[in-house]
């Protein structure tokens, strides 16, 4: 029998989910970085085996926020859980209380609970999690550490029993619905992330302007990086071009890594002003 499915991966901010679908796809699909929120589209990543097909979506980081950009972010999340066939919850630490907001929602699907990070929790921790979920009774509940150990056969198994005898909806060596345009503007937007002061990253949008394959072995990649000021826009280039060049390099290696040709890399900055707080701009930036 082949089993096929949606599973969504939902949770607070940072709690290991773009490493999750990383860490079961075996390719870097989703952006990780150590600061929280970096998330903005559903992301599909899709595993094939012998006998099934899931299709995992990772949604936004669930957190309080009164921001235009974060509010647009959130609303994906509770149609993504409707959609999905299974929903799997991933949390690092007690105080779950955004559950309440989907509790609804979740009780009419199958839920996996993963506890992550258990090498830095204790026993008493580990069951006060627990106890948050047992509202909407998950079917497993998989405790682990995802930079530790490798709960892949543990967790598929678990999903694979959720899930029901279904079609097979995209081609075997098919790893995600988003372009490989997509994935590299995500990477771009990862290097940024990683090497700009706290705050500044969620205010810088990415967009491929132009992605060309001159050679067999060299594709040309025209990237525009927004941000809302004419000060961020400095920060980001930096003195004398030094923080534009440091973000390009980092970056160009790894879309080389992700597209297995060279890649001639141009970084352009351009500033929207507030776009942040305007619905038809959000949209715009994060679905070109």
Known sequence: MFKSGYVALIG???????????LMLGEK???????????????????????????????????????KLNQIMLSSIKSTIED???????????NNNYIKNYEDSLLKKNTILLI???????????????????????????????????????TLNAILDE????????????????SVRFIASELIRETLIENLAEELPYYVAVVIDEFKERSENLTYIKAIIYTEKDSQKAIVIGQNGAML?????????????LLGTKVYLELWVKVKKGWTKNEKLIKELLNS
């Not at 204790?122 to 069951?127: F, L």
């Open 12 to 22: 607070k901010p940072n709690v290991g989910k773009s490493t999750f679908l990383n």
């Open 29 to 67: 699909l989703s952006i990780v970085t150590s600061k929280p929120q970096t998330t903005r589209t559903p992301i599909k990543g899709i595993l094939t085996g012998d006998n099934y097909q899931i299709i995992f979506i990772d949604t936004p980081g669930i957190h309080e926020s009164l921001k």
């Open 84 to 94: 999905a066939d299974v929903c799997l919850i991933i949390a690092d630490s007690p």
């Open 116 to 154: 992550n990070t258990a090498d830095k929790l204790t026993k008493e921790q580990i069951d006060a999690i627990k106890a948050e979920f047992l509202i909407i009774d998950p079917k497993k509940t998989i405790v682990t550490s995802l930079t530790i150990d490798n709960p892949k056969e543990e």
């Open 163 to 178: 899930l029901k005898e279904g079609p097979k909806y995209y081609v075997e060596d098919e790893i995600s619905t988003h």
């Open 245 to 257: 060049k440091k973000i390009g390099s980092i970056a160009r290696k790894k879309i080389e890594d």
